[in-house]
């Protein structure tokens, strides 16, 4: 007897999402990179040299814009969408989804680079898509893993939009706001988050190391109250400009603010790790948190001394910036299956980027030699960014070596 045939299959077999499209952190953390670069060029070269600029208001608004919400709200999204797949051990965000999510970043994008010429309500639409479509992802995977408690990064993720609406509109003359006002506080709300994130991120990394190592030394502070007063102090000074931005309260809550926060950086126990940049750079890109607090409240209560300007590029250049290459190097290489150690494109990177904020700072204080100055700055920043998309763009576009680790944010 005849043994039975076995049905032909006529079914294509499933293609494989390309590895640029299995997490989050791999595109958005690129496009990031990349901005990074064009808005800060391209603005200097409109500034410098009159090159034409895309217009939000004015050039400098939309250089503010593209590298608070662009630039800023792409890196978050990287974290965040890597960081709740290891939070709640769901599959992480890929393939459609991601490219949908990555669209929407990149419509927002036009939008605004267009948003002088569009209806205002469709700029702000624009703008504002991105940050819907990653707050509604981010809601799903925590409500169907039931992990509430992390809803609260979400949270202080949500009040961004809001603001970036606000500025937008501002910018467009819909509504009678300050921009400056509202892209301070968005700045001041996105160090919030640093400072949320930070203070479990930064101590558990040095803990892991310091133990690991046999560092014979106190171990660093996990997070606890006194995290919650610095945290809250930031809260209360995001208040504080918005009801009376030039005021002495103001100014007393951001000088208080930092005060704590340099206190709170040095129980993190970083003056170990010197040995270890992947951990140092953690530490040293934190650093600017305080600095840049201080400086804010200084330029507040005594503008003669230093512009507010000058003051948040500390927060924005450095803390920002800082903390994003910091986590951003770590991630794209514990999340592709690589050794967590910094290369030397990282460490250029970093070392640059951060010394472009000195200079940057330096620049409002050197009347005569203003425009050399943030050429100098401006020059490190562009070197820094090339060297973290010459060294990091081969692992966010390629394949993962081998399991991958989560981020240790609880």
């Known amino acids: ?27 958005l953390f690129l496009l990031a990179g990349v901005l990074a670069i064009v808005a800060v060029v391209w603005w200097v070269a409109g500034f410098v040299h009159g090159i034409a600029t895309p217009i939000l208001g004015t050039g400098s608004w939309w250089h503010a814009h593209e590298m608070i919400f662009g630039f800023g709200g792409a890196a978050i999204g990287g974290f965040l969408l890597t960081a709740i797949a290891n939070w709640t051990s769901r599959p992480p965000i890929s393939g459609p989804m991601l490219m949908a999510l990555t669209t929407s970043w990149l419509v927002g994008r ?3 680079g267009f948003g ?127 009801l009376d931005p030039a005021g002495v309260i103001a100014g007393s809550v951001l000088l208080f603010a930092g005060t704590i926060h340099a206190i709170r950086l040095i ?21 600017w948190v305080p600095a840049g607090l201080v400086l804010l409240g200084v330029a507040i209560l005594w503008p003669d001394i230093m512009s507010s300007r000058d003051a948040l590029h500390a927060l924005t250049g450095g803390a920002m910036s800082c903390m994003i290459i910091a986590i951003a190097g770590r ?11 910094a290369s030397v494109m990282l460490n250029t ?16 204080q050197s009347d005569a030699h203003y425009v050399t100055v943030l050429a100098i700055a401006t020059l490190m920043w562009l070197g820094g960014w090339l060297a973290f998309l010459m060294g990091y763009a081969p692992v966010l576009l390629g394949p993962s070596q081998k399991k991958t680790r989560g981020i240790p944010v609880q």
């Open 1 to 27: 007897m005849a043994g039975r045939t076995a049905p032909i299959s006529i079914t294509e077999p499933h293609r494989a999402t390309h590895p640029f499209w299995t997490g989050a952190f791999r595109p």
């Open 110 to 112: 036009l939008a605004i």
């Open 116 to 242: 002088e010429t569009l209806d205002p309500a469709l700029t702000i639409a624009g703008a504002l898509i991105y940050f819907i479509f990653l707050l509604a992802l981010g809601v799903r995977e925590l409500v169907a893993a039931r992990n509430y408690r992390n809803m609260r990064v979400l949270a202080v993720i949500s009040v961004i939009p809001l603001f970036d609406g606000l500025f937008v509109a501002a910018c467009l003359d819909v509504i009678a706001l300050d921009p400056v006002l509202l892209y301070q506080t968005a700045i001041l709300t996105i160090i919030l988050l640093i400072g949320l994130i930070g203070g479990r991120v930064i101590p558990a990394f040095t803990r892991n190391w310091m133990q690991r190592e046999q560092i014979s030394a106190p171990m660093p502070a996990m997070f606890g109250r006194f995290d919650m007063v610095c945290l809250a102090s930031i809260a209360l000074g995001i208040v504080a400009v918005i």
């Open 267 to 287: 129980r993190w126990r970083g003056v170990h790790s010197w040995r270890e940049p992947i951990v140092i750079m953690l530490h040293l890109g934190y650093f």
């Open 331 to 341: 991630a794209a290489l514990g999340h592709t299956g690589r050794e967590v150690r």
């Open 349 to 364: 990177a970093f070392g640059l980027i951060w010394f472009s904020t000195v200079f940057r700072i330096l620049a409002g």
